[in-house]
T-cell receptor, first 116, second 112 residues
Framework: EAGVAQSPRYKIIEKRQSVAFWCNPI?????LYWYQQILGQGPKLLIQ????????DSQLPKDRFSAERLKGVDSTLKIQPAKLEDSAVYLCASSRQISDDPSPLHFGNGTRLTVT | GNSVTQMEGPVTLSEEAFLTINCTYTATGYPSLFWYVQYPGEGLQLLLKATKADDKGSNKGFEATYRKETTSFHLEKGSVQVSDSAVYFCALSDGGSYIPTFGRGTSLIVHP
């Protein structure tokens, strides 16, 4: 099966600019996650979708970050305006579904964002 | 809330040495436990998992046993190879929120 696709692979922007990341999950995976991974730290969940609904966005800085998954398939994550501390790798992951036996996540290669 | 604590890295070993990477967790209920690996330049990928107490997950020579009494899920391998050099992440997903929580990762460097 094709893996999780993310683009772009790298992005360099200046602070206060905006940026968008795109993710296409594995076909048939209902659950989609966006994680932020700052250098030297573990991935931190930003938002979790189940189909096109939001399951959890409690750690998403909503004053500057937004995400959508309008048709329950691919998703975009946007930052506007960017700050220096947003420099990180943004990971998209998908899994089959929420169930009594949580499925493992399948990750894309990530987008490395540098804010100067 | 849920949390995962991993030993600090980097862990530096010679080829064929024995590997242990410690992982302990805090969670409500009965979580599923995972080890993910991230090779240089690649995304995270599942290495192994265990879904209940005393289960042993294994893959590619790596093993980890779900120890409920010590809330631990330590990763072991009897003989590491240079190709095992990567960052290893311990993670849990509990039966309540199903939101995966990751540790900070442990870098492993294996020298020939």
């Amino acid at each position: 099966e094709a893996g999780v696709a993310q683009s772009p692979r790298y992005k360099i922007i200046e602070k206060r600019q905006s940026v968008a990341f795109w993710c296409n999950p594995i076909s048939g995976h209902a659950t989609l996650y966006w994680y932020q991974q700052i250098l030297g730290q573990g991935p931190k969940l930003l938002i979790q979708f189940q189909n096109n609904g939001v399951v959890d966005d409690s750690q998403l800085p909503k004053d500057r970050f937004s995400a959508e998954r309008l048709k329950g398939v691919d998703s975009t994550l946007k930052i506007q305006p960017a700050k220096l501390e947003d420099s990180a790798v943004y990971l998209c992951a998908s899994s089959r579904q929420i169930s009594d036996d949580p499925s493992p996540l399948h990750f894309g290669n990530g987008t490395r964002l540098t804010v100067t | 809330g849920n949390s995962v604590t991993q030993m600090e890295g980097p862990v530096t070993l010679s080829e064929e040495a024995f590997l242990t990477i410690n992982c302990t967790y805090t969670a409500t209920g009965y979580p599923s436990l995972f080890w993910y690996v991230q090779y240089p330049g690649e995304g995270l990928q599942l290495l192994l998992k265990a879904t209940k107490a005393d289960d042993k997950g294994s893959n590619k020579g790596f093993e980890a046993t779900y120890r409920k009494e010590t809330t631990s899920f330590h990763l072991e391998k009897g003989s590491v190879q240079v190709s095992d050099s990567a960052v290893y992440f311990c993670a849990l997903s509990d039966g309540g929120s199903y939101i995966p929580t990751f540790g900070r990762g442990t870098s492993l460097i294996v020298h020939p």
